[in-house]
């Protein structure tokens, strides 16, 4: 059965840094482009960033570059989302998906072009 599991949220004050992990379970990660995810209060789901298999392709949103940072352990099982210099803005519940590639694409931007998904973990950035 394909789980993911993430975790590393928590409360931390404007400027802080917090490291989200997404575990994977009943599936090899290496097969898989990985997406984050982060939902607001009163918003849509929005993509924060994305990652190829290998971790060779990509993707941030505009407003995260410079600022977050995405890796993948394969290894491990594992993908990791790194948040630096946070603002309350940042304050969302944040998801971690998963897809195998297809059509010739590496990764995937939308939140529709997803079916595996994680419970999410809650940051709160606020002083």
């Known amino acids: 059965q394909l789980q993911l599991v993430e975790s590393g949220g928590g409360l931390v004050q404007p400027g802080g840094s917090l490291r989200l992990s997404c575990a994977a379970s009943?599936?090899?990660?290496?097969?898989?482009?990985i997406g984050w995810f982060r939902e607001a209060p009163g918003k849509e789901r929005e993509g924060v960033s994305c990652?190829?298999?290998?971790?060779?392709?990509?993707y941030y949103a505009d407003s995260l570059k410079g600022r977050f940072t995405i890796s993948r352990d394969n290894a491990k099982n594992t993908v990791y989302l790194q948040m630096n210099s946070l603002k309350p803005e940042d304050t969302a519940v944040y998801y971690c998906?998963?897809?195998?590639?297809?059509?010739?694409?590496?990764?995937?931007?939308?939140?529709?072009?997803?079916?595996?998904w994680g419970q999410g973990t809650q940051v709160t950035v606020s002083s």
């Open positions: 990652i190829s298999t290998s971790g060779g392709s990509i």
């Open positions: 009943g599936f090899t990660l290496a097969n898989y482009a």
């Open positions: 998906a998963a897809r195998r590639p297809s059509s010739g694409r590496v990764y995937y931007v939308g939140s529709d072009e997803y079916d595996n």
